[in-house]
């Protein structure tokens, strides 16, 4: 290889801190879920520094002061926990799948603990799996919202479910068009 296409080949590696900087940040996304988690529980123990923690955490507020764990409460705290996990595997999804599409590959064949996906991932399958995943994060998004529909405008409510519709619309047209690229030629 001559130099010039061996250095532009080589600033691949370039990426590589933005991948561990993603695996930086998944570890700041399991930790927010731990201590959210044993917020939760501290709470349903009855500890009343534990709730008020989970309270301003999730937003909720009513007219009453609220002194224990109550369903709704719950109910937010655990979608806030789905909401991390959900977070948590598209960034899986970018790390592992970016780093294998576009920097070097893993050698994970035969690997018992290699991903499915893995095997046909490319820069495409990423933005679809993407795109579905951002779907699930704001439907968790939404469901809070409405849960918690007191505490929000109208404005809010529409605005986000408007967001929402165009992420579910944005999705559809990425996969269709995916499926449209991937005919071979001369199909219609």
Excluded at 30 to 56: C, M, W
Excluded at 139 to 159: E, G, M, P, Q, W
């Amino acid at each position: 290889m001559r130099p010039l296409p061996k250095l532009i080949f080589a600033s691949r590696w370039l990426q590589l801190p933005l991948y561990l900087g993603l695996i930086v940040a998944q570890g700041v996304y399991v930790v927010h879920f731990l201590v959210e988690l044993l917020h939760l529980v501290e709470a349903a123990f009855g500890s009343q520094t534990a709730l008020q923690a989970l309270i301003s955490s999730i937003g909720y507020k009513t007219a009453a002061p609220i002194v224990t764990l109550n369903v709704t409460a719950i109910m937010l705290v655990v979608l806030a926990l789905i909401d991390v996990v959900m977070i948590s595997n598209p960034l899986i999804m970018v790390i592992v799948g970016g780093y294998e599409t576009f920097v070097s590959r893993m050698d994970l064949e035969g690997h018992r603990d290699q991903p499915e996906w893995l095997s046909h991932v490319n820069a495409s399958v990423l933005k679809v799996k993407l795109a579905t995943a951002i779907i699930g994060i704001s439907s968790i998004h939404l469901l809070k919202t409405f849960i918690n529909a007191d505490n929000y405008t109208d404005r809010v409510l529409i605005a986000q479910t408007v967001i929402h519709i165009t992420f579910l619309m944005s999705a559809m047209a990425i996969a269709y068009t995916d499926k449209l690229m991937a005919r071979a030629p001369g199909e219609h």
